[in-house]
């Protein structure tokens, strides 16, 4: 195994000990396949960090890979400034884990790229030009040229696509499809869980950006108490080093649960509520260096008063580094109960940083 030093500030050194491990992945004992080694190789990125920060170190890079052997195959990744840079260092490739996903973490770039390889290519340090597909060269992608974005709330927000690959939270298919995530004429964004070809597919979205201490407030329009069972939506900031806190809807699998609905602030801080049966709600989480404070308000009808819930977290708050936004609606478990596609509206959302918080 290599042993790499990683210079630079202590957001750097953050960035890289969580993620290095998701990388470095040792060969299995037996070739995995994922999908069908017949057909043509794909490669997917689903997620990059922002345009931002080059030279430094701006997060994790994750994707998928299918129609391999994943002994057969490795990914170099890269970051573009100027020209293309293997990332994370000259010399290291990206090996594919068994259930066909692989992470990197990168230095900053105006786009991120990854290529898919037969084992043994030597991927350049740099290039002026990704390389074409052929020889050894089995998929390319570029980001987020590849990835699908919609405009919400004012803000760019990227579609998640996993490709043909389950991918967590839940182990779900992710689609990026016209009619799994859409804003209407009204700016609202539609959040919808679609079967095709009897495959289910989950549905989420990121901010392009990164965010931090502030007010995250969002509306949502649907019946957040009449959720199927194995049907969750959630509203949250999320980095890949580990730090999350949500707003949950859902009963987890049990039609019996008593709780609907829980603020969390990961790993493991949990604050279980029940949300009434009404079609509107407001959700509020204010993030600063001591505390998260969460707030719910169920069918508002105008100004907000009383809330229907509030929790306070005041443990191990978060630092930021490189948060997001999301939204998402997925399945735990298995496909919904009753056999039906389910739709929510998230009709606004806005982020900023007020005195009080």
């Known amino acids: 195994m290599r042993f790499l030093v990683v210079p630079g500030g202590a957001r750097c050194v953050r960035a890289w000990t969580v993620a290095c491990a998701a990388f470095l992945v040792l060969p299995s004992a037996r070739a995995c396949v994922v999908g069908d080694p017949a057909g043509v190789p794909q490669v997917v990125l689903t997620e990059t960090p922002p345009d931002c920060c080059y030279g430094q170190w701006a997060g994790s890079l994750h994707g998928t890979v299918s129609n391999v052997e994943t002994d057969d195959v490795i990914v170099a990744v890269y970051a573009q400034t100027d020209i293309y840079y293997v990332q994370p260092f000259v ?3 990206v090996e594919v884990g068994c259930g066909g996903t692989f992470s990197s973490p990168t230095h900053g770039g105006a786009r991120y790229a990854a290529v898919l390889a037969r084992r043994g290519w030597q991927a350049p340090a740099q290039m002026s030009a990704l ?5 050894d060269v089995l998929a390319v992608v570029r980001a987020p040229d590849a990835q699908r974005q919609i ?8 579609v998640k696509a996993t490709g043909d690959v389950p991918y967590g939270p839940g182990n779900n298919f992710w689609s990026d499809a016209a009619d799994a995530v859409w804003v209407d004429g ?7 869980i679609t079967q095709r070809d009897g495959v289910w597919y989950s549905a989420e979205v990121f901010s392009q950006d990164y965010m931090g201490h502030g007010r995250y407030r969002f509306d949502v329009e649907g019946n957040l108490d009449a959720l199927d069972p194995n049907v969750v939506f959630a509203g949250f900031f999320y980095s890949d080093q580990g730090d999350e806190a949500d707003v949950e809807f859902s009963r987890w699998g049990d039609p019996n649960r008593t709780s609907n609905a829980q603020f ?3 790993p493991n801080a949990i604050h279980p509520w029940f949300v009434p049966a009404v079609s509107r709600h407001t959700l509020q989480l204010d993030w600063s260096n001591e505390r998260i404070d969460f ?3 169920c069918n508002p009808g105008g100004a907000l008063t009383q809330p229907t819930a509030t929790w ?3 443990g191990a708050v978060p630092v930021p ?14 496909p919904p109960t009753d056999g039906n596609e389910v739709e929510l509206i998230v009709s606004s959302f806005a982020y900023d940083t007020p005195t009080d918080v």
């Open 91 to 93: 010399g290291v490739t």
């Open 131 to 135: 390389p074409a597909v052929g020889g």
């Open 151 to 158: 405009t919400f709330a004012g803000s760019t927000w990227i």
């Open 186 to 192: 009204q700016g609202r964004l539609h959040l919808r």
């Open 264 to 266: 969390v602030v990961q």
């Open 295 to 297: 707030h719910a308000w």
């Open 312 to 314: 306070s977290h005041t």
């Open 321 to 334: 580094d490189v948060e997001r936004m999301r939204f998402n609606l997925w399945l735990f478990g298995g």
